[in-house]
């Protein structure tokens, strides 16, 4: 910590845990609390229950898991790809160039995402391209919002390579495509592990566009949730939202673990 008397530390760890706790901790504790009870008894829910697991592993929830998961895969490794390689392009194209494509690329974030949704939505509704009420155009509107998040990482991290390494290859005769794939890329391997699991976890909670697009037989987690508790059915909806939490936190520590091995190739 950059507090170095003992008060101050003391000071800065007592300010966060009152920050944190309630704003962050408290709301996602009487999540699972809420996951485990059948009723409410006064500020509280209680009897225990595991029944609304038991419904989230099955049927129609475990499909819009499914579907969940392979949105996110999808979406994550098409935004990783456009992203890293625009990323590369604009270290090239310059200033004034790389000026011009970040801000293209931060578009879909400079508007809500229920905008973003009503865009996809209209374009790809009639020919050439008709996507709508399928699983596409929600797995593209998850793309378009998530590229953006790639494209600042991995531009970010391209800007603190040292030339050295592409120079001394280059310099040894290399091809500019193996100094891409043997030297470039590897060394940008922590920030795309980075990248792909900020992509993933946005496109597993994204709702908003995906209200506005998805098919009856492409029904999202998020999606469900939302249903369950607008339908009333707190517990059930606060069962597939710890299910939904897990299964994101599992990902992105699977995805830690292989940018902590890359760190240190």
């Known amino acids: 910590m950059l507090v170095h008397s003992r008060t101050g530390r003391w000071t800065a760890w007592v300010t966060f845990a009152v920050l944190f706790v309630p704003l962050f901790a408290l709301p996602l504790l009487v999540i699972v609390a809420a996951s485990f009870s059948t009723h409410w008894s006064g500020a509280f829910p209680s009897g225990p229950t595991t029944e609304h697991y038991t419904a989230a592993v ?87 919002l998530v590229t953006a998040f790639a494209h600042q990482s991995v531009s970010a991290a391209i800007q603190r390579l040292d030339p050295m390494y592409e120079q001394a290859a280059a310099s040894l005769g290399a091809r500019p495509s193996y100094v891409l794939l043997r030297v470039r890329l590897p060394l940008l391997l922590p920030s795309l592990n980075a990248a792909a699991g900020l992509c993933f976890a946005l496109s597993m909670g994204e709702l908003s566009a995906t209200m506005m697009l998805y098919p009856p037989d492409w029904t999202p987690l998020p999606v469900l949730i939302f249903t369950a508790t607008d339908r009333g059915s707190l517990f059930t909806g606060s069962a597939l939202a710890v299910v939904l939490m897990a299964t994101t936190l599992l990902a992105l520590l699977a995805v830690s673990r292989v940018r902590t091995k890359a760190s240190f190739r």
């Open 58 to 144: 099955r049927g129609e929830s475990l499909q819009a898991l499914t579907t969940s998961l392979v949105t996110a895969l999808t979406a994550s490794l098409v935004a990783l790809t456009v992203g890293t390689w625009a990323a590369l392009a604009g270290a090239a194209l310059g200033r004034k160039g790389k000026r011009v494509l970040d801000a293209l690329f931060m578009l879909p974030v400079a508007v809500p995402s229920v905008v973003v949704g009503l865009a996809v939505l209209v374009a790809f509704s009639q020919p050439p391209v008709l996507l709508n009420g399928t699983r596409w155009i929600v797995i593209l509107a998850h793309t378009v």
